[in-house]
């Protein structure tokens, strides 16, 4: 068996209540015969994805799964806010998405974690010890 490390999806199309329905389960692994394999949640075991009259066919899944977080070293994420001023916050952590791909996490004043660069008022990123509070380009989402 191959653990998955790129994402896929295993589609399913059912018939309920006299509509079509879609669905899809991510692909946790491959066997050795090079088949998808999804959970099975009945059994608790990984089964084929194509294990049943519905299965439709792979496809590319959508982003590569976080497998590793790192503090956030410091930096802090940079807001403006509606008066033209700008809010400091720094970063809790860093996600490590299985391509590479390095995502800077902050949290709201709930807890709540997500990516700073998703805020519609997001301004940049400040380096650790930077002095003039100077945003630098997102260029790491």
Known sequence: MIPAQH???ANYKQEE???TVYRSKPVIAWDDEGQALVVDERSGR??????????????????????AAIPGGGWSA????????FTVD??????VRSDGTVTPIDTDVTGVCEAPTAM?????LVAPRDETGTAQPDSLA
Do not use: I
């Open 120 to 124: 519609g008022n997001f301004d940049g």
């Open 46 to 67: 990984l089964v084929p994805a194509n294990n049943g009259r519905t299965f439709t066919g792979l496809s590319e899944g959508g982003q590569h799964p976080v497998v």
């Open 7 to 9: 994402p896929y999806e």
């Open 90 to 95: 720094p970063l809790v952590a860093w996600t």
């Open 17 to 19: 209540g006299g509509r």
């Open 78 to 85: 940079r807001y403006k806010n509606q008066d033209g001023t």
